[in-house]
C-alpha cells in the first residue's frame, strides 16, 4: 500500500504538465518580481529600434516633453511572461543629444507594450580638437 496513495509516476507527471503549461504562459506571473529570475539575451534585436521609438513617444506623451530619437546604442531582452526590453538610446532633447535608458514590457500575442521605466542617463560629451589630440595648425 502507498503512503498517501499517489506514485512516484503520477507525482512526476503532474510536475512535468504543471511545467509545461507555465512555460506555455498559462502561469501568472509578475514581470517586475520575475525580473530578477528572468533570462537576459544582449544579442541585438532588430526589433530595438521600433521599441526604443516606442519608449521615446510614450515618454514625450507622458511627460509632455519633446524628445527626439536618434539611435539604439544597445539592447537587452528578458524573457519573462512576454520580453521586457532592456535599451540605452541617445535622443535628441533641445538640440541636445543625452543619452536614456529604458525598459519596455511586450506581449506581442496581445498586442501589448508598456513603458515600465525611462530615465536619464547621461548627457552625450561635444568634442573638441584637444579632445582629439589635434595641435593647432595640423
Known amino acids: 500500500m502507498k503512503p498517501y496513495g499517489f506514485s512516484f509516476v503520477?507525482?512526476?507527471?503532474l510536475a512535468i504538465v504543471l511545467c509545461g503549461l507555465c512555460k506555455l504562459g498559462f502561469c501568472r506571473?509578475?514581470?517586475l518580481i520575475r525580473m530578477e529570475l528572468g533570462d537576459f539575451d544582449g544579442s541585438r534585436n532588430?526589433?530595438?529600434e521600433a521599441?526604443?521609438?516606442?519608449?521615446?513617444?510614450?515618454?514625450?506623451?507622458q511627460q509632455n516633453a519633446l524628445l527626439e530619437f536618434a539611435r539604439?546604442?544597445?539592447s537587452r531582452e528578458q524573457l519573462v511572461a512576454g520580453k521586457i526590453y532592456h535599451l540605452t538610446l541617445e535622443a535628441?532633447?533641445?538640440?541636445?543629444?543625452?543619452?536614456?535608458e529604458a525598459r519596455v514590457w511586450v506581449k506581442p500575442w496581445m498586442n501589448f507594450k508598456q513603458l515600465q521605466e525611462f530615465k536619464f542617463a547621461h548627457d552625450v560629451p561635444s568634442f573638441t580638437s584637444?579632445?582629439?589630440s589635434v595641435k593647432p595648425g595640423n
Do not use: C, M, W
Not at 10 to 13: H, V
Not at 51 to 61: P, T
Open 46 to 48: 532588430e526589433n530595438a
Open 29 to 31: 506571473e509578475d514581470p
Open 10 to 13: 503520477t507525482l512526476l507527471s
Open 72 to 74: 539604439v546604442l544597445s
Open 51 to 61: 521599441i526604443a521609438r516606442f519608449a521615446v513617444q510614450q515618454h514625450n506623451e
Open 92 to 100: 535628441i532633447d533641445s538640440g541636445k543629444r543625452n543619452i536614456y
Open 130 to 132: 584637444s579632445d582629439l
